[in-house]
T-cell receptor
Framework: EPEVTQTPSHQVTQMGQEVILRCVPISNHLYFYWYRQILGQKVEFLVSFYNNEISEKSEIFDDQFSVERPDGSNFTLKIRSTKLEDSAMYFC??????????????FGPGTRLLVL | RKEVEQDPGPFNVPEGATVAFNCTYSNSASQSFFWYRQDCRKEPKLLMSVYSSGNEDGRFTAQLNRASQYISLLIRDSKLSDSATYLCVAADTGRRALTFGSGTRLQVQP
């Protein structure tokens, strides 16, 4: 069964450093998402991406964040200058062609980011 | 603010019990609803979509009441493997970004 993959599984970084989290969505999917979950809290939407551009972003997704689909398979989330409060699990998700509004989003296993 | 609210639990039930979770959503524009399951430190996994007419998948039954903005999940004949956090999720038809509840923790005991 096709699945979303994410690398790395864990990342430890110093405050102020840049990190890039990588995702390989399911191959025929067209919509891509990043979510985050701070330990003990709910899953929160960050950004959605379709047709090579951001289609929506939340108030969390400020200028420190950016997303890119550099090739036909990868989807990346960059945090330019990490803060302590960026420590969280970051989930990538992808969805098919969206013709059915109940189309499922499939989540990757996540990258656990720890900012020291 | 668009919210999905759930009782955090935990619900501690014996094997074989029937347990029900409830959820309310505040955004009347929400059109799609789901129950996801999340095991500790793992990704959310779709348990089932929720349709207006209600739907059943084996031991799991989901109901939606649009007038009350209320969603439920019923689990019959609980198994030890059902122990997890159950996430109530809503999405606007156009927006598609998922809004998660904080989850209800279920612990099924032998």
């Amino acid at each position: 069964e096709p699945e979303v993959t994410q690398t790395p599984s864990h990342q430890v970084t110093q405050m102020g450093q840049e990190v890039i989290l990588r995702c390989v969505p399911i191959s025929n999917h067209l919509y891509f998402y990043w979510y985050r979950q701070i330990l003990g809290q709910k899953v929160e939407f960050l950004v959605s991406f379709y047709n090579n551009e951001i289609s929506e972003k939340s108030e969390i997704f400020d200028d420190q964040f950016s997303v890119e689909r550099p090739d036909g398979s990868n989807f990346t989330l960059k945090i330019r200058s990490t803060k302590l409060e960026d420590s969280a699990m970051y989930f990538c998700a992808s969805r098919g062609d969206g013709k059915l509004y109940q189309e499922t989003q499939y989540f990757g296993p996540g990258t656990r980011l720890l900012v020291l | 603010r668009k919210e999905v609210e759930q009782d955090p639990g935990p619900f501690n039930v014996p094997e074989g019990a029937t347990v029900a979770f409830n959820c309310t959503y505040s955004n009347s524009a929400s059109q799609s609803f789901f129950w996801y399951r999340q095991d500790c430190r793992k990704e959310p996994k779709l348990l089932m979509s929720v349709y207006s007419s209600g739907n059943e998948d084996g031991r799991f039954t989901a109901q939606l009441n649009r007038a009350s903005q209320y969603i439920s999940l019923l689990i019959r004949d609980s198994k030890l493997s059902d122990s997890a956090t159950y996430l109530c999720v809503a999405a606007d038809t156009g927006r598609r970004a998922l809004t998660f509840g904080s989850g209800t923790r279920l612990q099924v005991q032998p």
